[in-house]
C-alpha cells in the first residue's frame, strides 16, 4: 500500500511511494545496485540524444533525495520526476503493475 494524504494521492514524506526519474545521458547499469528496487531503461530522444529513465518504488522521499543527489554527483541532468502512485499501481507476485494490465 502507498502512503497517501487524506485528501487525493499524493505521497508523504515517511511512505513509500512508485516514481519515474528521467535523466539526460546514460546511467550505467552497473549502477542498479544503487537504485534498488529501480529498473534502468534507455530512450534515445531526436538528434540522437540519449536518455534513462528509472522507475520503480523507494521507500519514502529521503530515498528519493539520494537517488537525485547520486545523479548530480554524477553530472547527470534531470529531465522530469514523476510521482506515479496515483495512476493506480498494484504489487502483484513482487512486480509492479497498472490495475487492469493482464497478469
Same mark, same amino acid.
Given at each position: 500500500?502507498?502512503a &497517501?494524504?487524506? +485528501?487525493?494521492? +499524493?505521497p &508523504?514524506?515517511q511512505g513509500?511511494a512508485?516514481y519515474r526519474i #528521467? %535523466?539526460s545521458? =546514460?546511467v550505467? #547499469? *552497473?549502477w $542498479?545496485d *544503487?537504485? &534498488?528496487?529501480?529498473?534502468?531503461?534507455?530512450?534515445? #530522444?531526436l538528434?540522437?540524444?540519449?536518455e534513462?529513465v528509472l /522507475?520503480? #518504488?523507494l $521507500?519514502?522521499?529521503? $530515498?528519493l533525495?539520494g @537517488?537525485?543527489?547520486?545523479l548530480y554527483?554524477?553530472?547527470?541532468? %534531470? @529531465?522530469s520526476? /514523476?510521482?506515479? /502512485?496515483g +495512476?493506480s499501481?498494484e504489487? *502483484?507476485?513482487?512486480?509492479e503493475? =497498472? =490495475?487492469?494490465?493482464?497478469?
Amino acid at each position: 500500500m502507498v502512503a &497517501t494524504q487524506e +485528501q487525493g494521492n +499524493q505521497p &508523504t514524506m515517511q511512505g513509500p511511494a512508485i516514481y519515474r526519474i #528521467r %535523466v539526460s545521458g =546514460r546511467v550505467d #547499469r *552497473r549502477w $542498479a545496485d *544503487r537504485v &534498488t528496487g529501480m529498473q534502468i531503461s534507455y530512450l534515445t #530522444r531526436l538528434l540522437g540524444k540519449p536518455e534513462s529513465v528509472l /522507475e520503480g #518504488r523507494l $521507500a519514502d522521499q529521503a $530515498a528519493l533525495n539520494g @537517488i537525485l543527489q547520486a545523479l548530480y554527483d554524477r553530472h547527470l541532468p %534531470v @529531465i522530469s520526476v /514523476e510521482c506515479l /502512485e496515483g +495512476q493506480s499501481f498494484e504489487s *502483484r507476485n513482487g512486480t509492479e503493475k =497498472r =490495475r487492469g494490465e493482464k497478469p
